[in-house]
């Protein structure tokens, strides 16, 4: 059953997404940098995020038994392989820089994802597009800080980051309209934990009670932002509801602060605005380009006798 659009609940279910997402990368932050005890590997952090999000979603699935197709077993590695790295990569920048930096950084995706799609779907890009492009781009330089006594070396994982789930979002452009979307979740989340556990199986230290329950909380909070987020854009139109979840920045900064007393500076303000600048761009053509009335065939001429 299609749910039916409620433009108000879709902007809650937005914003709980978002705060969900900033929490994980909180959690992956405290955990990375030993504050919950000796610092682990972003490759056992990842594995904590997909081994709990697949019991919650393993979880409902066994209780609500979901009818399931026959998943694109190709398009779901590949999706699940970029995905993987990309939150891997993420967590290891979260854990190093401010994540308000960390965050803004990642939302150079949608750029990468376009200019991808340039050489993987044959897309076109006309002038607006790649002028959003080149702000959010300005953006990310404000915030690697390009000088000797300033760069974070730690930026450029973020950065990485960005790469990679751009790359993903063009698995997920092939995958849409194929499944449901939670048999998307839960077989992405099936696929990323087998990955996660070959890759962990290397560096993999005992966590302490405190990281267990930090690791936990990661897979079952992405979980519930997961199904937040999917449920948000099936009550309203993406051009609309998107735009929310910009106020992750919002919940990384404020979460920064009020729990490791890292508050954005002045250079950190600016490079955000400067990328959610070019990022909103890019929506906003996106919207258009989606919304634009479709040109009327035209009308066939009469046969001649």
Known sequence: MTPRP???LAILLM???TAFIAATTLLAKAIGSGRLGEPLHPLQVSHGRFLFAFLAIGGVALLKRPKLGKPHLPLHLGRTAFGWLGVTLMFAAAARLPLADATAISFLNPVFSMILAIFFLGETVGR???????????????????????FQPAALLALGAAVVLGAEIIFIKR????EAPFQ???????????????????????????QWLGLAGIGVIMAAAQACFVNAMARAEASFIVPFSY?????????????????????????ALVILSG???LAWREARVKSAPTPPHPAPLPKRE
Do not use: E, K
């Open 247 to 271: 106020a992750t920045l919002i919940f990384s900064a404020f979460y920064d602060g009020m729990v490791f007393a890292q508050w954005p500076d002045g250079t950190s303000l600016l490079g």
């Open 175 to 178: 995958l849409s309209g194929r």
């Open 6 to 8: 409620n433009p108000r």
């Open 15 to 17: 914003l709980s997404a």
């Open 128 to 150: 607006v597009r790649w002028s959003a492009a080149a702000i959010a781009l300005i953006g990310a330089l404000i915030l690697l800080r390009p000088t000797p006594a300033a």
């Open 279 to 281: 990022a909103g761009l």
């Open 184 to 210: 998307i979740l839960l077989v992405n989340n099936a696929i990323g934990l087998s990955i996660a556990t070959l890759a962990v199986l290397w560096v993999w230290a005992p966590p302490t009670p405190a």
